[in-house]
């Protein structure tokens, strides 16, 4: 399976936008990019997922590299509530399988 | 909504019992799968199924068998629970289809096998 890197933690201040960094650089053609997060005692929900093309909807953006080496998941106001684990992963076409790293504590404060 | 739900949040049994976690979902999806979750470790996939009756082994299949006899439930059985069993169980749900959509997860259930 193609890996995916994040950083451990990243922090941020409540009503200010949030960029959550994530490199593929294996990343192979049919591999789409899935953002999941975890809130604290919950089970991982989807976020926002992209093949090539920058992706928005009503929770988050995604941007992806032209290479597609690298994509960032954008909180455009975060919020206390968005306090999780943010996993990136890459899903080949074709497979049901998720493999999720540790991915990136995000903190939110006031 | 789509609806995943697990049959308990924590679960405490003894070394050797048998143990059943079960996972239902209400949106006729045709593959559920069963994860654990350990610090440090992320999620990791135990087994899956695509159909009824039909099941495939994940990443850590040892120790644990799966049953689904319906299309909305899947089960997770511990045949001789043991200790480093003790984690966190996560039953997910996704429709087929191109792309890949997306998984929806259950609340998960904390197991402590003592």
């Known amino acids: 399976d193609a890996k995916t890197t994040q950083p451990n933690s990243m922090e941020s201040n409540e009503e200010e936008p949030v960029h959550l960094p994530c490199n593929h650089s294996t990343i192979s053609g049919t ?5 999941y997060r975890q809130l604290p005692s919950q089970g991982p929900e989807y976020v926002i997922h992209g093949l090539t093309s920058n992706v ?24 206390l509530r ?8 890459l899903v080949t076409g074709t497979a049901s399988k998720l493999t999720f790293g540790t991915g990136t504590r995000l903190q939110v404060t006031l | 909504d789509v609806k995943v739900t697990q049959s308990s949040r924590y679960l405490v ?4 019992e048998k143990v ?8 006729d999806h045709e593959n559920m799968f069963w994860y654990r979750q350990d610090p440090g470790l992320g999620l990791r996939l135990i087994y899956f199924s695509y159909d009824v009756k039909m099941k495939e082994k994940g990443d850590i299949p040892e120790g644990y068998s799966v049953s689904r006899e319906k299309k909305e439930r899947f089960s997770l059985i511990l045949e001789s629970a043991s200790t480093n069993q003790t984690s966190m169980y996560l039953c997910a749900s996704r429709p087929n289809g191109i792309p890949p959509y997306e998984q929806y997860f259950g609340p998960g259930t904390r197991l402590t096998v003592t």
């Open chain 1, 31 to 35: 591999d789409y990019i899935h953002w």
């Open chain 1, 56 to 79: 928005n909807n009503r929770m988050a953006s995604l941007a992806i590299a032209e290479d597609r080496k690298s994509s960032t998941l954008i909180l455009h106001r975060a919020t």
């Open chain 1, 82 to 89: 968005d306090a999780a684990v943010y996993y990136c992963i």
């Open chain 2, 13 to 16: 049994k003894r070394t050797g």
């Open chain 2, 20 to 27: 059943f976690l079960e996972c239902v979902q209400d949106m």
